[in-house]
């Protein structure tokens, strides 16, 4: 069932819990138990993360899932985003798959639940570079030396046959990231919305990966969400109904691309209509049913596990940092 709803629908709908099935609240909820707790704190990015547009659209949602208190919470911009949920700022959390198998492995306490989407990647590199094997030798951009992107341009690396260590030489740019490669202090850099969008537009550099289309990158989540472990042992059916809210929001994102743009600027989430609307055409957020979110999670920690990233084996990782019930769960009931 295709998911279309204007702006006006959609407020009235998450407003009261009455006008629920104007945003597809499932007869299932009304018949589970009350949430354990109506408080919930989300992240937020103030002025990026657009590929997290199915979790700034929950929010409304989740009203009709009996939350009274929402919160969008910005952590310490200065640290990657995992590190809100390991320090208790947030709740839940969105992040790459990888940095969830680090905290994981680093024994945060955090519970991996579902997918949201896939192909928020592009490596982009100058003329000297035509694909992944040819960055031997070269400079590739980085945030820090344990950055998201430095762990996932040495998998990639990695994969096929260089040594990320020795074979790569890495370049600090801890700011104006982007720029740096415009000005070409380096060869190659992992782009992610908006810069993805916004290197495309100005016609600098080229991809030479692109997680959306190329395998085995694109047959995996980018992006899974995770909570922390005491929300989920303490509160399993809030859990359950955050979950079923963000996931909804992705569904919003496949299906009516341009209203989402719109939410995502309105309720001032993201700045520019225009990159918020290429990167929801960019990006699958119609994949979190049929990719199977644990087999992303194994692919990964293998990656890891082979490269010395992380200690623990797949199967450690899979059984500490995961709970796939609620996913199992909302597969059922959310049938297009």
């Not at 407003?15 to 109506?38: D, N, R």
């Not at 704190?41 to 993360?49: C, S, V």
């Not at 960055?135 to 994969?159: E, H, I, N, W």
């Not at 199967?315 to 500490?320: D, G, H, L, R, V």
Request: glycine residues 8%.
């Amino acid at each position: 069932m295709k998911i279309i709803q204007n702006r006006r629908r959609f407020l009235a709908g998450a407003a009261s819990a009455g006008a629920a099935g104007l945003i597809g609240t499932s007869t299932q909820a009304w018949a589970e138990p009350l949430p354990e707790t109506t408080s919930v704190r989300l992240p937020r990015y103030i002025g990026g993360a657009y590929c997290w547009a199915g979790l700034y659209l929950a929010g409304e949602m989740l009203s009709a899932e009996g939350f009274t208190d929402v919160r969008y919470v910005q952590g310490d911009k200065k640290v990657d985003h995992s590190a809100w949920i390991a320090n208790g700022d947030t709740d839940f959390s969105v992040n790459y798959v990888p940095i969830h198998l680090a905290s994981i492995d680093a024994g945060v306490p955090i519970r991996v639940l579902s997918g949201l989407h896939s192909g928020c990647l592009e490596l982009i590199a100058n003329d000297s570079v035509k694909g992944i094997s040819d960055l031997r030798g070269k400079r590739v951009g980085v945030f820090t030396l344990d950055s998201p992107q430095y762990v996932l341009v040495s998998l990639m690396a990695a994969y096929v046959g260089l040594d990320p260590v020795n074979d790569i030489e890495w370049v600090i740019e801890e700011h104006n990231f982007a720029e740096g490669f415009v000005e070409g202090k380096y060869d190659a850099v992992l782009g992610q919305p908006p810069r993805t969008q916004e290197l495309r537009s100005r016609k600098v550099g080229h991809t030479i990966l692109n997680s959306t289309t190329d395998p085995p990158w694109s047959q995996h989540f980018c992006c899974m969400i995770s909570a922390t472990a005491d929300y989920v042992d303490r509160h399993p059916v809030a859990t359950k109904r955050v979950l079923r809210a963000i996931l909804k929001g992705a569904d919003l994102c496949a299906s009516d691309p341009s209203w989402t743009a719109g939410q995502m600027v309105d309720r001032g989430f993201v700045p520019s209509y225009e990159l918020a609307l290429q990167t929801l055409g960019d990006i699958r957020y119609d994949r979190w049913r049929d990719f199977d979110a644990e087999a992303s999670m194994r692919f990964y920690a293998l990656r890891m596990y082979e490269t010395g990233m992380i200690k623990s084996s797949p199967q450690e990782i899979i059984s500490s940092g995961t709970d796939w019930r609620f996913l199992d769960e909302l597969k059922r009931e959310l049938k297009t």
